[in-house]
């Protein structure tokens, strides 16, 4: 790590723009601001359901892991140009989806998110989750996003739907299901 902020009020911002990991000043609300801000707010997401006591080790340890992941995700973002995720990076959460998946009946009706602390916590993490895809692909329309970046938060979302499952049925023994009036 390069520099470190011992100041952390720069006073920079306060004309309505940013610095992006090149040096380059952008506006706030820029496109590429947006994705890798929603990105971390996946992040962040994330950070709520491992706060929950007693998550199991297994799920923290593949959370964890994700936290890293979307970290060198908001800097590829963040430096235009930059390739950090690969599709290495893909597999491994396809391999984990398919994991956490194996264990679950089939999928038959829709879920509500719900279903403790823990899995309505995932749940939250998850559609966050779409959104920073949503704002990756904007971008994506008008600048070079490297698409193993794009496939990792689509696949990872699917990964948060699963471990909301998981989670529960850890608490409940079964997920909410939503029912037609």
Not at 120 to 138: F, G, K, P, Y
Not at 154 to 181: C, I, M
Request: net charge positive; hydrophobic share 40%; proline share 6%.
């Amino acid at each position: 790590m390069g520099n470190r902020l011992s100041k952390i009020y720069t006073r920079t911002g306060d004309d309505g723009s940013t610095g992006l990991g090149d040096g380059a000043r952008v506006p706030k609300e820029s496109l590429r601001v947006e994705a890798y801000g929603t990105v971390d707010e996946t992040n962040s997401a994330i950070g709520v359901v491992l706060a929950v006591p007693a998550l199991p080790a297994q799920i923290s340890s593949c959370l964890t892991g994700v936290q890293h992941d979307l970290f060198d995700l908001g800097g590829e973002l963040c430096i235009p140009g930059t390739r950090v995720i690969t599709p290495a990076h893909v597999q491994r959460l396809e391999a984990e989806l398919d994991g956490f998946n194996e264990a679950l009946p089939p999928l038959k009706d829709f879920i509500l998110p719900g279903g403790g602390p823990a899995a309505a916590a995932c749940h939250v993490a998850r559609t966050v989750c779409r959104r920073a895809e949503r704002r990756c692909w904007s971008l994506a329309r008008v600048e070079p996003v490297a698409p193993d970046a794009l496939k990792y938060l689509n696949r990872l979302s699917d990964l948060l739907f699963v471990l909301a499952r998981v989670l529960a049925r850890e608490a409940r023994g079964s997920e909410v299901l939503w029912r037609r009036r």
